[in-house]
């Protein structure tokens, strides 16, 4: 890793359009942790973690992410609701406002790299208007060392500017916050919003682009570990399902926890330098890793702390989504480098907040197509204004806003890898059992972990299974250190006909959902729906 103190070499802004600015280059995270502090932007928590608040903008912006259509994108893209157009002058008369903006201010710096294959490797440049920002880039993103640094030539820049605020009927954006992709310029703009988190995704969704179309490599919105057999398993699901805290464990070591790619040599690459994981409700006892990681050189945001610094962990009153992030090596038991080999366990995590998906089922490779292009999970009731029950949340290839290009391209590549990998696929309901959100009770950690470890263990090859009737997956009977009774989720509710009706409802959304699909998608993949 670099350290700032001996890092002698100077940088300029000046071709990026920003003049006079005081440049911090690759200030190390106690420097960037002292600064914050001394300029009241944030606190020092008891446990000698960096705490922020983000602003007005605690988690992404999807309505405000935009892609410039040109000849890169313009036939490749899919552009719809979630990959929203945006025009080349428009963007560039948007660059130079915000070159103006910062320039004349103190700013932070940071080179970095994105992607742990060498061969994917992008060199990358983060401009930030603010110390924790960068910080968070340290963070998140391949540290490089010394001798990399003095050769270290940037293929992609990031602009982030927090404080400046776009004009919407002058600029075309939808409000005062952005961030936009530019692809020919190899750019991309992030304004009007201190969360972190743009950072990183507007990186991941570059390279959902680069890495399909010119590597042949499929990008996962992803967890990702190794056993000690050296086989890897993948994790996928949305926030709040579980990723970064099953792949977290002591007895397996991490690749990473949020985004990976799976490359056409059958190896398994983290495209992050570290953990962005969620810690509402972080306990010690159930996830000791991420608990332990926060310390000196942690970034925690929007949580709150007493006078003692000490952090409230059950505390939703900012967010829900309360983060911290640091370093991958503040895990103990991590892959170095962050490479797998030998992909053969994939789970597929949902949170059904309506208790009607099994908590383990056996997934065939058309029901893991239909499945991952569905992307399913719900979201349950307090976690947004206005959600008073459980609703459905559906996001293709559990990563819909971060995927440019059509879903189907990223399920076909897919399924091709899990044939010629051979990999078992399993869906993991990591939510509601006895009952929805509200009468049922969240599907204990220690069983799933349980069930996790059986089924890499392979200890359920040879269980006998049963059929769900209505969404035809395969469930086992039994599981070693998981009471039967809870494997058929009809078992656990005290109503079988409540059960019968909710499981209808829920497949009748699955179905809807994905009508627009259908026209893209085999007879085989539309096989693997409910009945």
Not at 135 to 155: A, D, G, H, K, Q
Not at 340 to 365: C, E, M, Q, W
Request: aromatic share 10%; net charge negative; proline share 6%.
């Amino acid at each position: 890793m670099e350290n700032a103190h001996k890092v002698a070499k100077t940088i300029s802004l000046e071709l990026l359009g920003i003049e006079n600015a005081k440049i911090n280059y690759q200030s190390d995270p106690a420097e960037l942790h002292k600064i914050t502090v001394a300029e009241k932007l944030g606190q020092t928590s008891s446990s000698g973690a960096l705490a922020i608040n983000t602003g007005e903008f605690t988690g992404r912006s999807p309505k405000d992410r935009f892609i410039v259509m040109d000849e890169i994108t313009k036939d490749r893209v899919w552009w719809g609701k979630v990959n929203l157009p945006f025009d080349p002058d428009k963007f560039e008369s948007l660059r130079q406002k915000m070159t103006s903006y910062l320039s004349g201010k103190t700013l932070y710096v940071r080179d970095c790299f994105a992607c742990a294959e060498k061969e994917y490797q992008k060199p990358l440049r983060v401009v930030a208007e603010l110390p924790w920002s960068s910080m968070f880039v340290y963070n998140m993103f391949i540290r490089p060392t010394e001798e990399e640094l003095f050769s270290f030539i940037p293929e992609w820049t990031v602009l982030n500017a927090p404080g400046f605020l776009a004009d919407p009927e002058i600029d075309g954006t939808r409000q005062s916050n952005f961030a936009i992709l530019n692809f020919t310029k190899k750019m991309i703009l992030v304004g009007g919003t201190g969360y972190t988190g743009e950072i990183k995704k507007g990186m991941f969704s570059t390279l959902n682009f680069l890495l399909p179309v010119y590597h042949n490599t499929l990008p996962m919105h992803c967890s990702a570990n190794v056993g000690t057999d050296g086989q890897t398993a993948i994790f996928f699901g949305l926030s709040g399902t579980g990723k970064t805290t099953l792949s977290a464990v002591p007895e397996r070591k991490l690749i990473g926890d949020d985004e990976h790619g799976w490359t056409a040599k059958d190896s398994v690459f983290s495209m992050e330098g570290g953990c962005y994981a969620k810690v509402i409700n972080l306990t010690e006892e159930n996830e000791p890793d991420i608990f332990r990681a926060i310390r000196p050189g942690a970034l925690l945001e929007n949580v709150t702390m007493n006078a003692k610094g000490e952090v409230d962990f059950t505390d939703s009153s900012i967010t829900q989504n309360t983060r911290v992030s640091y370093p991958i090596d503040f895990i103990n038991n991590i892959q170095v480098p962050s490479i797998g080999y030998n992909p053969k366990h994939i789970f597929f995590l949902t949170a059904d907040a309506f208790g009607v998906l099994p908590p383990i089922s056996r997934l065939n490779p058309n029901q893991a197509a239909y499945h991952f292009i569905s992307g399913y999970t719900a979201k349950v009731a307090g976690t947004e204004l206005g959600v008073d029950e459980p609703v459905p949340n559906f996001s293709a290839c559990f990563g819909a806003p971060f995927m440019p290009l059509h879903p189907t391209k990223y399920a076909e590549m897919l399924s091709q890898k899990m044939h010629d990998s051979k990999v078992s696929v399993w869906l993991i309901n990591t939510g509601w059992t006895g009952g929805p959100y509200g009468t049922g009770s969240r599907m204990k950690l220690k069983y799933t972990r349980a069930m996790i470890n059986a089924a890499l263990e392979h200890q359920l090859d040879h269980e006998a299974y049963q059929t769900h009737p209505i969404f035809n997956l395969e469930m086992p009977l039994n599981c070693p250190g998981v009471p039967s009774e809870i494997l058929n989720p009809k078992n656990t509710w005290d109503d079988s006909e409540a059960y019968d009706a909710k499981a209808h409802y829920l497949a009748k959304i699955f179905k809807e959902n994905f009508q627009q699909f259908e026209s893209f998608a085999s007879q085989e993949i539309l096989s693997g729906g409910p009945r």
